[in-house]
């Protein structure tokens, strides 16, 4: 299905697909350049930072922007800290309470625990396609992380946060 967000930006919504970022890969590999949302119910190859297993169960956000650079690849480090800056805006928006901590290089943080990871990749050249990765924790946390997770709350509704993520 296609959405067209208030800011202009398309948005392909899957069910269930292998991987947003994936399916960015092979979009960028046919010539689409966006800007255009890849948005997921759930993901069955989801990933973070080193291939790590990224949990993707329905009731979180499972989204990837694909867009274009007139720079080289080595402009996607700096999209990383971007997103997150987005999505730390983003929250200030819908929990003005909650205090966000960006931790370098790819999560954004609660209370010391994450509930957002980003993952830049260049999935296609000339021009440069990036595709930013991010997965939120909305309704629910992973359980047996090495690290502290938590969730935004399940009152949200996951294209409600697409749709400030967008506009952050």
Request: charged share 20%; hydrophobic share 40%; glycine share 12%.
């Amino acid at each position: 299905a296609l959405l067209i967000l208030e800011t202009g930006h398309p948005v392909r919504h899957y069910d269930r697909i292998d991987s947003t970022n994936l399916e960015a890969r092979r979009l960028a590999e046919e010539g689409e350049g966006g800007p255009l949302w890849l948005w997921a119910d759930e993901q069955t190859l989801g990933r973070g930072r080193l291939g790590r297993r990224w949990v993707s169960e329905p009731g979180n956000l499972y989204a990837t922007f694909l867009f274009s650079i007139g720079q080289g690849p080595q402009a996607a480090a700096q999209v990383s800290f971007v997103t997150a800056l987005a999505v730390h805006d983003m929250v200030s928006k819908l929990r003005p309470h909650l205090t966000p901590r960006i931790k370098w290089p790819n999560d954004v943080l609660l209370g010391g625990a994450k509930f957002c990871g980003v993952l830049p990749e260049v999935v296609g050249g000339n021009p440069t396609r990036i595709a930013i990765g991010c997965g939120v924790n909305i309704a629910h946390a992973p359980e047996g992380t090495p690290y502290p997770v938590t969730a935004l709350g399940a009152d949200l509704a996951v294209e409600h946060v697409l749709r400030a993520l967008d506009r952050a």
